[in-house]
Nanobody
Framework: QVRLVESGGGLVQAGESLRLTCEAS????????MGWFRQAPGKERERVAH???????NIADSFKGRVAISRDDNKNIVYLQMNSLKPEDTAVYYCNAKDGSIPVWGQGTQVTVSS
């Protein structure tokens, strides 16, 4: 089984940046795509970005130009760099990965952006 642990969330001011980290542990030999979702209070969970095992990046349209995703396959880590943060980016950010074809979720990390 794969376990995902996120870190890097916190309280920042509007306009600042954050880098979120998600580390996978356990049986990672079948790790496929890794990426990020977020869920704001009262809203549905939405996809932010993901990256295939082959390195193809896919960033949701609403985040293009403000986020970047990268991964270190040697360390089984995926990063999400977020710039020019806005109060509406306040949400719990979840790491997501495919263990073969099985989706796995982390526990989430809170990002709060103050105005």
């Amino acid at each position: 089984q794969v376990r995902l642990v996120e870190s890097g969330g916190g309280l920042v001011q509007a306009g600042e940046s954050l880098r979120l980290t998600c580390e996978a542990s356990g049986t990672t030999s079948r790790l496929n795509a890794m990426g990020w979702f977020r869920q704001a209070p009262g809203k549905e969970r939405e996809r932010v970005a993901h990256m295939s095992a082959g390195g193809t990046r896919n960033i949701a349209d609403s985040f293009k130009g403000r986020v970047a995703i990268s991964r270190d396959d040697n360390k089984n880590i995926v990063y999400l760099q977020m710039n020019s943060l806005k109060p509406e980016d306040t949400a719990v950010y979840y790491c997501n990965a495919k263990d073969g074809s099985i989706p796995v979720w982390g526990q989430g990390t809170q990002v709060t952006v103050s105005s």
